[in-house]
Nanobody, 127 residues
């Protein structure tokens, strides 16, 4: 089964926190180099928020979330997390978990690098 299952989205006020979880199937775990989180707001392009290289643990953050968001992984649970703190209204978006088999490092994140996607979980931040 090829599956990424996200949970943890919701509605919060500005300054609040949420924790997103993404559990990957064994098929994806056996193939992934990186796990990442993307987000897409209405009318905007999908943008990479955070990425973790599965073996090295190297982490990338989008500039606008660095210091507020934290990506982590629990290999025993095949799960990657995104802790969202000090949320702002501009963080409102659908958040997607994704897995990449191939090249997935560098100074940015491209959706084209990612082979598998979850269904998305909505994060809404009110002012």
């Amino acid at each position: 089964q090829v599956q990424l299952e996200e949970s943890g989205g919701g509605s919060v006020q500005a300054g609040g926190s949420l924790t997103l979880s993404c559990t990957a199937s064994a098929y994806i775990i056996s193939r992934r180099n990186c796990m990442g989180w993307f987000r897409q707001a209405p009318g905007k392009e999908r943008e990479g928020v955070a990425r973790i290289h599965s073996n090295s643990g190297w982490i990338y953050y989008l500039d606008s979330v660095e210091g507020r968001f934290t990506i982590s992984q629990n290999s025993a649970k095949n799960t990657v997390y995104l802790q969202l703190n000090y949320l702002k209204p501009e963080d409102t978006a659908m958040y997607y978990c994704a897995a990449a088999e191939g090249v997935c490092w560098g100074t940015s994140m491209s959706p084209d690098q990612y082979n598998y996607w979850g269904q998305g979980t909505q994060v809404t931040v009110s002012s």
